[in-house]
């Protein structure tokens, strides 16, 4: 392999990789300090580098005087309910275009492809008149159902290339042993799936946490705002309370990045599912 | 690259026709249960966005009226699209959105691909690293603009404090137009510029070594190596980071919404922003649609042109 002994290799090799957590990690630095600020070190100039005095009046005002714990409760309930039922029909649906015959799965599977990478806002227009329709807006089904159908292409492609390599003899065996198409799918393909199952649960996970333009527009009131309205709508349009904001962010940061950390390596195979299959 | 080949059930011609029969049947039976397998999902999807794309192209070629109730769709025109497309403000958006689309993903894919050269290097910790990279992809849009808002605040900002220490006088970066785009796309490229490192560090990792010893024995060093032998294999795995990115840029809608609200005088109005902007600020819903069905069609038009220029590189590098 190429020299990556010599000192200046290891200097140099040291310094960048510092860069590169600097240019990462300094914005979240800044976001954390911030939310550990008083009122008035949060609107010092210049600023302060640190949150001296440490200061925990931006949570409690978060929770207190803000809405937050409900934001918070509402992006769980969407996208928990959303992610379940991206993988429980996703399933079905990739292990169906896998494995059985078919007519026109290959049309089915490109124009999954092409929905998926329709922009929102050609959307977010005829579906609000729907939702507002059927009496939907301000709902938890006025997002869940878009997030479950929109994140559940992806979903779909990433569990089919997961249960085209399942070898058929082992659903072969178990047809043979008398179970039915429902037990097999459950008993015997779909634990070999498993990290499938973990990445494209993580995706959609993701999706339904960060997603904004949707939740916006269809969910503003108060009692229905997901964690990004929420933090969106903080404030008045005079004042943003940043540190609040930043407090909130925080908090916000915890179920995902644990999340993420926790299923780091289904995450990087999704992100590289298309280099690396086929 | 593609993982589209659905391969014909070989029809075997067995010397029993009774067999034969029978297969047939169990075939059908398992085609029908496959629709039934995937008709949730199927109908599902195709309730959330063919109505919905199906309704905004009629919408786009109708007079809308807007009425006190709702709205009322009444005869065929062109006028919507002749409206948006001779509105200076979209001729402006769509010119932003190609830039700011360009100018980003190139950015990201160099410094991205910089950042995955250095982290393969690395022999211990890249695990750590890698976590760290999803930090910013896992992170709300809406946060992370509002962070950047607060970074670029007039007074308590620390990019205008560094920039007042370096001698700029006190700028207010988002009040003037260009500082105000430069300042998005910075907010843009520190947030995607990971994603783009894990694709490429992913792929990178996966490289044979033995083609670096061959070109090490061929007395090559490591600049050329980097572009004879790694740039080209690593040339899918690019393209793929590409269209990802491509993608989202285009659509892009949170970041300018929270940070500039598409200012300061329409500076940073996207297409999304303007297509949003035209539908529930104006209501004017005919435009909207219009607006938002050239996007979507650009975009899917963009994406095949896409595909089929990167399928003849994949067959070329397959030679």
Redesign the interface.
């Known amino acids: ?2 020299n ?1 002994r010599t000192v200046g290799g290891r200097i140099g ?1 040291a310094i ?2 510092t860069l ?2 600097l ?3 300094a ?2 630095y ?2 954390l300090a ?1 939310s550990l600020k008083t009122t008035a070190g ?6 302060q580098w640190f949150p001296i005095p440490v200061s925990v009046v931006n949570y409690v005002t978060a929770f207190t005087q803000y809405n937050f714990g409900q934001y918070i409760l509402n992006s769980v309930i969407v996208a928990v309910v959303s992610t379940a039922l991206v993988l429980a ?2 399933t ?2 990739g ?3 896998a ?5 026109g ?2 049309t ?3 124009l ?1 492809l ?2 998926s ?14 939702m ?1 329709n059927l009496g939907w807006l301000n709902s938890y089904q006025a997002l869940i ?2 997030y ?3 994140n ?2 992806f979903a ?2 990433i569990l ?2 997961y249960f ?1 390599g399942v070898p058929r003899e082992m659903e072969e065996t178990a047809r043979i042993d008398g179970a039915g ?1 429902f037990r097999t799918v459950w008993q015997v393909v779909l634990p070999m799936t498993l990290p499938g199952l973990f990445t494209a649960g993580i995706f959609a996970f ?1 999706a339904c ?2 997603e ?2 949707m939740a916006l ?1 269809f969910n503003s009131a108060d009692a229905f705002r997901t ?3 929420g ?2 709508l903080f404030g008045n349009a005079h004042i ?1 309370p ?1 540190g609040t ?2 407090a909130a ?1 925080a908090v ?2 915890v179920p ?2 644990i999340l ?2 926790i299923f ?1 390596k289904s ?2 195979s999704g ?2 599912s ?5 | 690259m593609t993982t589209t080949k659905v391969a014909a059930p070989a029809r075997r011609s067995g010397p029993n026709l009774g067999e034969q029969r029978k297969k047939d049947v169990y075939r059908r039976t398992m085609a029908r249960l496959g629709w039934g397998f995937s008709a949730p999902a199927l109908i599902v999807i195709a309730a959330v966005t063919i109505f919905p794309i199906v309704f905004s192209v009629v919408m786009s070629l109708s007079n809308v009226n807007v009425l006190g109730s709702g709205f009322q769709i009444d005869g065929f025109t062109l006028d919507n699209y002749n409206v948006v497309f001779t509105d200076s403000t979209w001729q402006y958006a769509l010119v932003f959105t190609v830039g700011y689309t360009i100018v980003t993903v190139v950015v990201e894919i160099v410094l991205g691909t910089l950042i995955a050269l250095v982290l393969e290097r690395l022999q211990a910790g890249r695990g750590w690293m890698m976590a760290m990279l999803l930090v910013p992809w896992s992170l709300i849009t809406v946060i992370s603009a509002t962070l950047w808002d607060y970074i670029y605040d007039p007074l308590a900002g620390v990019a205008t404090q560094i920039l007042s220490v370096l001698g700029f006088g006190h700028p207010v970066i988002l009040g003037s137009p260009a500082s105000a785009i430069i300042a998005m796309m910075i907010a843009d490229i520190w947030k995607t510029t990971p994603f783009v490192a894990i694709i490429v560090l992913a792929g990178l990792v996966m490289l044979p070594g033995d083609v670096y010893e061959a070109a090490e024995l061929d007395g090559a060093n490591g600049w050329k190596t980097f572009w004879q032998v790694t740039v080209p294999l690593l040339r899918p795995t690019i393209a793929l980071a590409v269209l990802f990115r491509v993608l989202q840029a285009f659509g892009v809608f949170d970041l300018p919404f929270v940070l500039t609200q598409g200012g300061p005088q329409n500076a940073t109005t996207s297409l999304a922003i303007l297509g949003y902007r035209a539908m529930f600020t104006d209501l004017k819903f005919g435009p909207g649609a219009a607006v938002a069905t050239t996007t979507a069609l650009l975009v899917v038009l963009g994406c095949l042109l896409f595909l089929r220029v990167f399928r003849s590189q994949v067959s070329e590098t397959e030679m």
């Not at chain 1, 494995?99 to 007519?103: A, E, G, I, K, S």
């Not at chain 1, 990478?117 to 729907?130: G, K, M, N, R, T």
């Open positions: 392999m190429r990556r090799l960048s990789s590169v957590i240019f990462v990690m914005p979240i800044w976001m911030t949060v609107a010092a100039s210049p600023p029909l996703g079905f649906a292990y169906a275009l494995r059985l015959p078919m007519r799965r290959f089915i599977m490109v999954l092409i929905i990478v329709f922009p929102a806002i050609a959307l977010i227009a005829p579906l609000y008149l729907l507002r159902v878009p479950t159908a929109l559940l292409p779909i492609w089919r290339n085209i198409p993701t946490w960060t904004f333009l527009s964690i990004p309205v933090i969106a943003t940043y904001i930043f962010s916000a940061v995902i990045a993420v950390l780091r995450v990087v992100l590289t298309g280099a690396v299959k086929g």
